[in-house]
């Protein structure tokens, strides 16, 4: 992974000392509130509903164990003792005290993480898939042009104040891990003629107004990936409105210009820019390119984890959803669940941070990966380490063998903590968890994932869950909207609305019903939900929803 260099550090330094002087004027009265709030929001921290709250970047999603221990400091020192992943695979802390963030900082910056750019209109952390460098199903490792795409991006002069925020996502497997269809832009590595290239998607994003990003390059040359993102951002800056800022996305940009004219634009605006670059972002990505080498694998038999398979149902069943096929066959990619049932999805404590880099240090490669579903990821791990890996997890309550089942919830803070949220999402995450681990339905219900958003800014992305889950304020009720059919994969697509809201006591028994249909109408236990909901549309679905003779029988 990266490291840092003089430049970096300095750069850091001189950064985190005038956020320092910047608290300070604003604690001493000599800054308003909203005066500060576009030099926090640079630096970012946000203004949360009970507090401040620090979002930390963790680009692309890579940390070392070092990093993650700092991680736990910050927790146990600042805050309440626990941290929380998320989507954007960064780590917010929703408890800090203004005049401690700038220590907060200074420790982050110890360790070469910080969180510039983690808010404001500008380019925000880049994000990739979280097995990147592992999997066996990936054309190449995505992380070096996220480095790149990282120091290219960072107080970048030109798009420092873009209308609204930009997010972009890599991926180097056709399988995409990274939702680059629901991003502003979205980057997916292929090969055409034996030469590595991009497919550049534009114009994806969910929020108020969901879109799926459409082509605007089947294939890009790796040399010329930052001309065309500097034609692309600067054709959107220069286009996008400012009128609006719910129209200010460059999906609405795109939708109102039309793709094509979209496209005639930035491809006239990267004949100028490509020919203002003349070779030092390759030799940059050269050079970053040796910071992500394959780590030293090492060898021998995996008799011991195929004797724990035989033998254990326990571990069996960890294995079986929390494994992920690595490149290479006597090492596998491990899956970490935060999804513990009754558990605030993607919260960890100190504690469990600590015990996940000592695995990583001792087990993994010194390597761990957050993932866009809120989960922590050991992308190298010797197949006989593991019987001893799961025995540790299942110390420190990170042993649930969950991932990508129904309690494998993505959720957003919701109105327990965010300002903009209009109603709760971790309770309800927590309650359908809760209610089939009751059921002991979970491994027959089979791969499913379920995205809950406490309002229409869809930070729980329930527009490409295969049940999406929105919460709304209805004349001061909270009010849970379902959507069915999302999905985020290569062929993403947008799920449809089933009809009218659930008040809060009654979206676990929805959940219910749509579950039971499920199970009722499927061809056999190898028909995925979103398989069977393709096969008969919604219809079916809709009935076990709202009709009244399903909703008493499920009573």
């Given at each position: ?29 000599h800054?308003t ?9 640079m ?17 692309y999603?890579?940390l070392?164990a070092a990093q993650?221990?700092?991680?736990a ?6 805050d309440?003792g ?22 907060m900082?200074?420790a ?9 750019q ?25 992380r ?12 970048h ?8 925020k930009f997010?972009i ?5 056709p399988?995409?891990?990274?939702v ?9 590595i292929?090969?055409?003629?034996g ?5 550049v998607l534009?114009?994806g994003?969910l929020g108020?107004?969901p879109?799926?990003g ?7 040359p790796?040399?010329?990936l930052?001309p ?50 003349s ?5 940059l ?8 080498a394959p ?18 149902p ?15 066959d ?15 999805p993607?919260?960890a ?8 880099a ?24 010797h ?13 420190h309550?990170?042993?649930t063998?969950n ?18 949220a209009?109603?709760?999402?971790i ?18 219900i089979?791969?499913?994932?379920i ?21 709304l ?6 009010n849970?909207?379902?959507?069915l ?5 290569p ?11 659930f ?36 219809a ?5 929803l709202?009709d ?8």
């Amino acid at each position: 992974m990266y490291s840092y260099s003089d430049f970096d550090r300095a750069f850091l330094a001189e950064r985190n000392a005038q956020f320092r002087a910047q608290v300070d004027r604003r604690l001493k009265g000599h800054l308003t509130e909203d005066e500060f709030k576009p030099l926090r929001l640079m630096n970012g921290v946000y203004l949360q509903l009970h507090a401040y709250m620090l979002r930390v970047a963790i680009p692309y999603g890579t940390l070392n164990a070092a990093q993650m221990r700092q991680l736990a400091l910050l927790a146990e020192k600042w805050d309440k003792g626990y941290g929380h992943f998320t989507t954007r695979q960064n780590i917010q802390y929703n408890w800090p005290k203004l005049p401690d963030i700038p220590d907060m900082l200074d420790a982050l910056a110890e360790v070469g993480l910080h969180a510039i750019q983690t808010s404001g209109n500008t380019i925000r952390n880049t994000t990739a898939d979280h097995f990147a460098g592992a999997a066996a199903d990936e054309i190449a490792d995505p992380r070096p042009l996220a480095e790149l795409i990282r120091q290219w991006s960072t107080d970048h002069p030109e798009f420092q104040f873009l209308g609204r925020k930009f997010k972009i996502a890599i991926t180097g497997s056709p399988n995409d891990r990274a939702v680059t269809a629901a991003h502003d832009v979205g980057l997916r590595i292929v090969e055409k003629d034996g030469e590595l290239g991009l497919q550049v998607l534009v114009g994806g994003g969910l929020g108020r107004t969901p879109m799926i990003g459409q082509v605007l390059r089947d294939f890009l040359p790796r040399a010329d990936l930052l001309p065309y993102l500097e034609a692309v951002l600067s054709t959107y800056n220069l286009l996008g409105r400012r009128d609006n800022k719910y129209k200010a996305r460059i999906k609405i940009t795109v939708h109102e210009t039309g793709i094509e004219e979209i496209r005639r634009l930035v491809e006239a605006r990267f004949v100028e820019t490509r020919a203002e670059f003349s070779g030092e972002d390759q030799a940059l990505l050269a050079q970053i390119e040796t910071h992500f080498a394959p780590p030293a694998f090492r060898g021998g038999n995996t008799e011991t984890y195929e004797t724990a398979y035989a033998a254990d149902p326990v571990f069996r069943a960890w294995a079986d959803t929390n494994l992920a096929a690595h490149r290479r066959d006597d090492h596998a990619v491990v899956s970490i669940s935060l999804k513990t049932p009754g558990q605030t999805p993607g919260d960890a404590t100190a504690a469990q941070m600590r015990a996940m880099a000592d695995l990583a240090e001792h087990s993994g490669y010194d390597e761990l990966r957050i993932s866009h579903e809120q989960n922590v990821i050991l992308p190298h791990v010797h197949k006989s380490d593991l019987p001893r890996l799961h025995a540790t997890l299942k110390a420190h309550g990170l042993a649930t063998a969950n991932i990508g089942l129904i309690s494998d919830i993505i959720a957003c803070p919701g109105m327990d903590y965010c300002a903009l949220a209009t109603a709760r999402s971790i309770p309800i995450a927590q309650e359908i968890a809760t209610r089939f681990e009751e059921l002991k339905l979970e491994h027959e219900i089979g791969p499913l994932k379920i995205k809950i958003s406490g309002c229409i800014n869809a930070c729980g992305h329930h527009h490409v869950g295969h049940i999406g889950i929105l919460g709304l304020d209805r004349a001061g009720v909270e009010n849970y909207q379902i959507t069915l059919g999302g999905d985020a994969g290569p062929d993403a697509v947008i799920g449809s609305r089933t009809g009218p809201g659930f008040p809060a006591d009654e979206i676990v028994p929805a959940i219910e019903r749509l579950i039971r249909a499920y199970l009722d109408l499927r061809e056999d236990p190898e028909e995925s939900f979103l398989a069977t909901y393709r096969r008969l549309g919604d219809a079916p679905f809709k009935s076990a929803l709202y009709d009244e003779g399903a909703r008493t029988k499920a009573a």
